[in-house]
Structure formats: structure tokens, C-alpha cells
């Protein structure tokens, strides 16, 4: 197994940093130059493996490769022109329908399609606004990150609200107090090893959507197989959650709106997911099965968590 030769990038000066860069790109444009024979290279060796295991020659395996190529890039055509009946009804719309004064109007070309998508979305994020954490002496206690001077007295079930708070937040802010079987429990380690890192890619799906101005899961999946690589994407993946450092390219999300339901077509309707670059998307997974990983372990996770987790 391979070292990664970059484990001090951390502590190197930003000039130190541009040498390096420049001295891998060039390492890049001389590999590219054997790429095609590196690559007939790999398949020789993999045609080699597949003959021993199946007990068939080279040549076989080689004529069942460009079967199995030729019949993907067949299926791929035909997919593309009669779609699956079991995904007809799935995935994103080709027109959608808003009602102005009562009246139903169809939108069917992309511009208006985005328009009105985006318009339903952007109003119900500004409904946040409107509540009452979000305003008055809420606002100033608490904070929009929760950095504000009422933030930990919440935490320790000493907060008392305005007077004037209704019902059902001073419920929320009751049940945001730390419990008890938490008090001298350490912080979640948020450090991600090259091992944390490949076994968590190994798991996911290939076509899992994304945000487009990054690289897809492929990429990272295929990544995950190289130490050294997978080493890297585990290094740069880390940094963010133990610096608190939020890369530039993590804070672009597209909103994709899709049917909730079959032949529901209402732009009023539609459901909105966020799509995220994958190392963002692989971080959240992490910290948010580390938090489970913990309350399992104290004990406190809450009645309504019936599923994902042992014995529920």
C-alpha cells in the first residue's frame, strides 16, 4: 500500500504550496502521456484475472467485455427514447401548472418552468423568517447561528422566554435542554481517517444526484478504491469540520423540484430537494451518524426513532 507524500500540507507556507501544486501538475501531463498504454495495460491484467477465475482464455473474455459494452450502450439508447413504465411518473417534470386567480396556466418551456419552481421555493425558505425565533427578544437571545447570550442558559433548562412567546415555541425551547446523560460527555470526534472515508464511499450509489459544479459520486466511489487518493479526499473532507473553515464550493446548493405525488403537476405541490456537492453530502452523513452512534450509546435516543437503529 501506497504513503500519501502530502501529509504535512498543513503546515506548508503558501508559496511551498503553489511549488507543490506545480510540481504535481507536471508529474500529471508526463502520466498522461502513457495513459492509453497504462490503460491497455490494466485491461490485460484484467482479462488475465477474469480467464483464470471463469477457467476461459483471454480472447473469450475479451468478446464477452464488448458484448457486455455493446449491450449497455443499446440499453442506453432505448432508455433514453421509451422510458421505464415503473419510472414514468418519477424524476423531474416537463411541465408544471400555478394558478393565478383561480385559473390554471401551464408551464412548459424551461424558463418559465424554472421561474415558477423557483418562486414557490424561495417563499416558503422566507416563511422561516416570519417565525418567532427569527424576531424581537427571541432573535437577540438566541441568534440566527445560535451564538447568541441565551443559547446556553437554553441548553441548561434555565432560559425563560418573553412573556409574550406562544405555546408551542416555549415547548421547542423546553425541549432543546441538554439532557442530563450528556453533562461531561466529550465532543463528536470529527476527524474522518482514510479508512472512515473509503468504507462510507464503498456504500453509495453510483447515480446519486448532485450538485453540478462539482464532481459526481462516481468519481468519489471510484476514488475510495485508491489509498492514496482516498487518503486526500478524506484530508480535505476533514478540515471543515474540525476548523470550522467553510469551503467556497460547499455553500452552492441546487433546489430540484419533483412530483410528491403521480400525475400531480401543481407547482404549489411539488417537493423540493437540495442537491449537494458529495464530500458536503458524505459530511452531514457522517455527523449525523455519529450524533445516532452516541445517543444509542447513552441511551437517550428519543421514542420516535423507530427506525435506522438496533432493536426499532
Same mark, same amino acid.
Given at each position: 500500500?501506497?504513503?500519501?507524500? %502530502? ?18 501538475? &507536471? ?46 450502450? &443499446? ?13 414514468? =411518473? ?13 385559473? &390554471?396556466? &401551464? ?26 425565533? %427569527? ?43 441538554? #439532557? ?81 405525488? #403521480? ?8 417537493? =423540493? ?7 458536503? %453530502? ?31
Amino acid at each position: 500500500m501506497k504513503t500519501c507524500k %502530502n501529509t504535512d500540507a498543513r503546515g506548508l507556507s503558501h508559496q511551498e504550496v503553489i511549488q507543490r501544486k506545480a510540481a504535481a501538475d &507536471e508529474a500529471y501531463q508526463e502520466h498522461q502521456k502513457h495513459s492509453r498504454s497504462k490503460r491497455d495495460h490494466f485491461k490485460e491484467q484484467l482479462l488475465a484475472r477474469a480467464a483464470q477465475e471463469n477457467n476461459t482464455s483471454k480472447v473469450a473474455e475479451l468478446k464477452k467485455m464488448k458484448e457486455r459494452e455493446k449491450v449497455r450502450r &443499446e440499453s442506453a439508447q432505448v432508455s433514453a427514447v421509451v422510458p421505464s413504465k415503473k419510472k414514468s =411518473n418519477k424524476g423531474l417534470a416537463t411541465k408544471l401548472y400555478v394558478v393565478e386567480d383561480g385559473v &390554471e396556466k &401551464e408551464c412548459a418551456d424551461q424558463e418559465t418552468l424554472v421561474e415558477a419552481c423557483s418562486a414557490t421555493i424561495e417563499q416558503r425558505y422566507e416563511l422561516a423568517l416570519q417565525g418567532p425565533t %427569527n424576531q424581537g427578544t427571541l432573535l437577540q437571545d438566541i441568534g440566527y447561528l445560535a451564538e447568541g447570550p441565551g443559547a446556553e442558559s437554553i441548553l441548561q433548562g434555565t432560559y425563560e422566554p418573553p412573556p409574550d412567546t406562544d405555546k408551542y415555541t416555549r415547548l421547542l425551547l423546553d425541549n432543546l435542554c441538554r #439532557a442530563p446523560e450528556w453533562e461531561g460527555v466529550p465532543d463528536i470526534d470529527c476527524h474522518i481517517t482514510q479508512e472512515n472515508h473509503s468504507q462510507a464511499w464503498k456504500k453509495q450509489k453510483e447515480f446519486t444526484g448532485s450538485d453540478s459544479r462539482d464532481l459526481d459520486f462516481s468519481h468519489y466511489i471510484a476514488g475510495a478504491y485508491d489509498p492514496v487518493i482516498a487518503e486526500v479526499d478524506a484530508t480535505i473532507r476533514s478540515i471543515p469540520l474540525e476548523t470550522g473553515f467553510s469551503p467556497p464550493g460547499w455553500k452552492w446548493i441546487t433546489d430540484c423540484a419533483i412530483p410528491k405525488k #403521480a400525475a400531480q403537476l401543481l407547482v404549489s405541490m411539488m417537493r =423540493n430537494i437540495c442537491l449537494m456537492i458529495p464530500p458536503f %453530502n458524505m459530511n452531514n452523513k457522517f455527523l449525523s451518524g455519529r450524533f445516532m452512534q452516541n445517543n444509542e450509546a447513552l441511551g437517550t435516543l428519543a421514542d420516535e426513532q423507530d427506525g435506522s437503529r438496533k432493536n426499532r
